[in-house]
């Protein structure tokens, strides 16, 4: 054990650069660039009020030697604006893992924040459901949304970071849109007559033995229903770009959809005051740096 007791403060800009080298040697699946490339969007993303904007770090000596990447935002969760907070990556240097459970209950004590980690390898849901936490996604449907007869008459368009509007949407919506596009997602909009139903895909880096085929993982939409009554329209817009398979969180099989339910991965966890929206990921980890 160390001789002395490690600080915890919170992470300053200053600091990225070290945190990347910290978070480089945790994740060795991860490049240094892919860190500070997440990194540097956190440091201009808008912020709900005395939120962290990249978390916190554990430092010994003026050394960081742990670190919990936090990331907030304002969603809408029942009708009501809720701050949530994505635990994101969380690493602590072997010689201080005896701090580790102090350290990230010490990060993640506000009452009036909705924490959640979407991310949660396996062997971390026992200490998850130690700390608190609930499951509010248990597994994932692999669907091919282009063999539904839902979305006939529906018109599919993509929004990019120069839309300067979509009739239908709010300011907020298309905002969020535009964003996760420059994000490099995939961001659309189903339309008819009556309606305008927003969508984000976030593209999957290659992963051997997860899915032979190109996928797309939902990361935003209303409600799973939107995406079920809109699946035809969609299913047929991705297949032309080569785009198959549409990945979404579920508790089960979704009616409505061909494809198949799993809970080998995808299990998602919360704790705090509002249940997190299957299907909304907007500005999550995933996003922002990239699944």
Known sequence: MPAAKPR???ILESDIEAIADLLTRGFVHRSRDYWMFGLRRQSVRALPGDAPRFGYLMENDGKPVGCLLLIYSTRMIEGAATICCNVSSWYVDPEFRNYAALFASMTQKRKDVTYFNITPAAPTWPILEAQGFRAYCRGLCFSLPFLSRQGRGMRVEAVTPDTTSMPGLSDDELAMLKRH?????LSLVCRTAQETVPFVFFPLRKRRGIIPLPALQLGFCR????????????????????QPIAILDANGPIAGLVGIYSE?????????PQRPRLGDLADTELAIFGM
Do not use: Q
């Open 264 to 272: 080998a991965r995808g299990r998602k966890y919360f704790r705090g």
């Open 181 to 185: 596009a420059g994000y490099g997602c």
């Open 223 to 242: 409600e799973i229903s939107d995406f079920v009554r809109c699946a035809g329209a969609i299913g047929r817009y991705l297949l032309w770009r080569g």
């Open 8 to 10: 915890f403060r919170e």
